[in-house]
């Protein structure tokens, strides 16, 4: 079983749309917990980046974390075209080590 | 503007070639990193290092060599005993000893066999 799964879509939403990504995980020792957005030949971008359990929002962006389930989701509001990317969860079990377990990434499309 | 550059963007390996990608941040990081990333595939670590001089291997180190002689660079050598190359590969870092630090991302550079 892998550390991280995560649906590779693609998935296709109309514009202002809201989206939910999501991952899972088997580690119950993560803590942190990562989302980044990668366009077409280009690296992967922080969007947010939350510890433990709970809510955080940023913008459009809410980045939710359930450790009871190891179950971490996105949601992004009002889509946009700009939105069209890959999404890819990554976490991690301290802030000190580097070991960091990534998703393979899910592809969205916001169709105008 | 403070980021990490990755160069070239395009890189092409005869066979039996070592190929050297670049890595620099103005960041004044102390860690970085090189994953490799395949279609279908999560990001996978090649070698990470916390301070200058010294590096650590990742999950698959085999066939590549770093080196880490200066603070802002990590440049990664593809050696010819590395037998599939072929991917994108991305330079990383982030700040340590500061509380929690998320990784950051250069562009990366796509390498393909002539």
């Given at each position: 079983q892998k550390e991280v799964e995560q649906d590779p879509g693609p998935l296709s939403v109309p514009e202002?749309?809201?989206?939910?990504l999501n991952c899972t995980y088997s580690n119950s020792a993560f803590q942190y917990f990562m989302w980044y957005r990668q366009y077409s030949r280009k690296g992967p971008e922080l969007l947010m980046y939350t510890y433990s359990s709970g809510n955080k929002e940023d913008g459009r962006f809410t980045a939710q974390v359930d450790k009871s389930s190891k179950y971490i989701s996105?949601?992004?509001?009002?889509?946009?075209?700009?939105d069209s990317a890959t999404y890819l969860c990554a976490m991690s079990p301290t802030n000190t080590g580097n070991q960091f377990y990534?998703?393979?990434?899910?592809?969205?499309t916001v169709i105008p | 503007d403070g980021g990490i550059t990755q160069?070239?963007?395009y890189l092409?390996?005869?066979?039996?070639?070592?190929?050297?990608?670049?890595?620099?941040?103005?960041?004044?990081?102390d860690a970085m990193y090189w994953y490799r990333q395949d279609p279908g595939q999560g990001l996978r670590l090649i070698y990470y290092s916390?301070?200058?001089?010294?590096?650590?291997k990742g999950d698959i180190a085999e066939g590549y060599s770093v080196s880490r002689e200066k603070k802002e660079s990590f440049?990664?050598?593809?050696?010819?005993?590395?037998?599939?190359?072929?991917?994108f590969y991305l330079c990383a870092s982030r700040a340590i000893g500061q509380g929690d630090q998320p990784q950051h991302?250069?562009?990366?550079?796509?390498?393909s066999i002539l």
């Open positions: 202002g749309a809201i989206v939910s996105l949601f992004i509001r009002d889509s946009q075209p700009s990534f998703g393979t990434g899910t592809s969205l | 160069s070239p963007k092409f390996r005869k066979e039996g070639q070592n190929v050297t990608l670049s890595c620099e941040q103005n960041l004044n990081h916390q301070i200058v001089n010294d590096f650590q440049p990664l050598t593809v050696t010819s005993a590395q037998k599939n190359p072929t991917a991302f250069g562009d990366g550079t796509r390498l």
